[in-house]
């Protein structure tokens, strides 16, 4: 028998079967190729999303469990110290985690339901319909937001189902024109036309045609619309028209702790204190657009050279 080597042809490499990559293989591989940057955010979001799931087992005190002494200083009983009238401040981090993140998620979830779901209806209907929906979102868009939110705040309560709401349609208007630009390059695309000579109905032409042509730019939107809504939540906690005491948030908290930072020169520990969810909510912010932005850069094909 002869040792030669075999000889190489097309014939048997076209023919060899090659194994397909699973999708945790890719991501595998997708996720070595990301940025330091990019790790950063997801370490830092993994650890947030930790602290909300397991916070009643890591905070060493109740969410509102008041303890004797107000304004208590740091020590290894109360790490952060207590706020004005005795609840811990650590413990109050740890639940506002939960609390500020968990309603900034489900409102931004409500917002790209509400403001998606119009914006493909007017993108395939066109016409009266898309003309109806998109004055009526330039209309909303044209009252500063805030504002709006603190009116109809002022006017329908303070509780937390009426804050998700009222900031989920807020949001939606600017998730309406995002979803209705990119959906409007698409619904003009053949294989769309013949979806609807087929005789699909609306739903399925938006769940099956258009949508996933058009998730890449949506998912980089909601990390950032989620940002805005977290920062939106905490703007109105913190002028005393958002989540209510004594539920933990941390726009609430540096409103409560904040006239601590006129003694940061007799203590600088009790100065910090209200930079303390400041920072929380700092760094939550941009750990998202981390990830948002390493997201858009692979979607869009680019290089990232850092």
């Known amino acids: 028998m002869s040792d030669a080597p075999e000889t190489y042809t097309a014939k048997d490499e076209v023919g060899q079967v090659r194994a397909r990559r699973t999708r945790w293989e890719r991501t595998k591989i997708e996720l070595k190729k990301a940025p330091l940057t990019a790790w950063f955010g997801m370490i830092v979001i993994a650890a947030y999303v930790f602290v909300a799931v397991f916070a009643p ?44 993140m968990g309603i900034a998620f489900v409102t931004t979830c409500l917002a790209f339901i509400v403001g998606g779901g119009l914006a493909l209806t007017a993108a395939i209907t066109r016409g009266f319909v898309d003309q109806v929906i998109s004055r009526a979102v330039d209309v909303l868009m044209a009252i500063p937001p805030l504002i709006f939110a603190l009116m109809l705040l002022s006017i329908f309560g303070s509780s937390i189902p009426s804050l998700i709401v009222i900031i989920a349609l807020l949001d939606s208007t600017r998730v309406f024109r995002l979803t209705r630009a990119v959906a409007m390059n698409v619904v003009v695309m053949e294989y769309v036309e013949a979806a609807k000579l087929r005789g699909e109905k609306l739903g ?58 006129q003694f940061a020169q007799y203590d600088l520990k009790a100065g910090i204190t209200p930079l303390l969810p400041a920072s929380a909510i700092a760094l939550l912010t941009i750990a998202v657009n981390f990830v948002v932005d390493w997201f858009l850069m692979k979607t869009s094909g680019l290089r990232d050279e850092f």
């Open 204 to 261: 399925w032409v938006m769940r099956r045609e258009i949508l996933p042509n058009i998730l890449p730019p949506l998912v980089a939107e909601f990390g950032l619309r989620f940002s805005f809504v977290f920062l939106t939540i905490a703007a109105l906690s913190f002028l005393g028209v958002g989540i209510q005491p004594p539920t933990a948030d941390w726009g609430s908290m540096v409103r409560d702790n904040a006239s601590l930072i």
């Open 57 to 100: 087992l890591l905070a060493p005190f109740g969410e509102a469990e008041v303890t004797p002494v107000p304004y208590a200083p740091w020590s290894s009983e109360h790490v952060f110290g207590t706020d004005q009238i005795g609840r811990d401040i650590l413990s109050r981090l740890i639940y506002g985690a939960r609390n500020t």
